[in-house]
Structures are given as C-alpha cells and as structure tokens.
C-alpha cells in the first residue's frame, strides 16, 4: 500500500510564507523522484518543483523560481516545499508526486498525494 500524504496548506496573506509536507510510506522512497504540482480551477495541473531521488538536483517552473524551495528527508520519508512571497496566484490545490528514478522504472507507474488547498488572500 503506497500513501502520500500532503500536509501544511491553508490560508495566507499575500507575501506570507507556508510549508508543505508529504511523507511517503509503502514505497522505497530514496528510488523515487519527488515531485510538487499544482491545479488551480479552470487551470491544467503543472508543475511547481522537482528533486532528485538523493536530493542532489532541483527544478523549478520559472514562476517559482526564487520563491519556492524543495527538499527531501530520505531517512524520514519526506519531501518539502517551502513557499515565500506567496501570491494570490498561487492559490491552487497541491499535490505530491512520486515517480521512480530512471534506474528504477522498472517500478512501474507514479504515485500521487491527495492533494492540499493552499489559499492566498487578503
């Protein structure tokens, strides 16, 4: 049984600060890359950040860049974004994404978190 499950969303003032968590249980979580998306109404699912399966390399969609930072705990099975200078526009749902590293797709498909409803708003 895999889980994902995400924590940390809610409501925030523009230019505030949140942390969201998602700890993983069922899967070997150091073989999979981790991943943060996002969905606000109306709008297509995309991507707000990436880490590598050791943590050794992130991503960012441009809009995020400077504002958002992912990170992973392998020994607590966790993965993080931390999220500043918030904007109204980032008001979406949030979801955790796990999807096994390249020397592990034999692992077969990604996993997804059920999502958190992050808030931006005066």
């Known amino acids: 049984q895999v889980q994902l499950v995400e924590s940390g969303g809610g409501l925030v003032q523009p230019g505030g600060s949140l942390r969201l968590s998602c700890a993983a249980s069922g899967l070997s979580f150091s073989r999979y890359v981790m991943s943060w998306y996002r969905q606000a109404p109306g709008k297509e699912r995309e991507l707000v950040a990436r880490?590598?399966?050791?943590?050794?390399?992130?991503n960012y969609a441009d809009s995020m860049k400077g504002r958002f930072t992912i990170s992973r705990d392998n020994a607590k099975n966790t993965v993080y974004l931390q999220m500043n200078s918030l904007k109204p526009e980032d008001t979406a749902v949030y979801y955790c994404?796990?999807?096994?590293?390249?020397?592990?797709?034999?692992?077969?498909?990604?996993?997804w978190g059920q999502g958190t409803q992050v808030t931006v708003s005066s």
């Open positions: 880490i590598t399966s050791n943590g050794g390399s992130t």
């Open positions: 994404k796990a999807s096994p590293d390249y020397d592990f797709i034999w692992l077969g498909g990604d996993y």
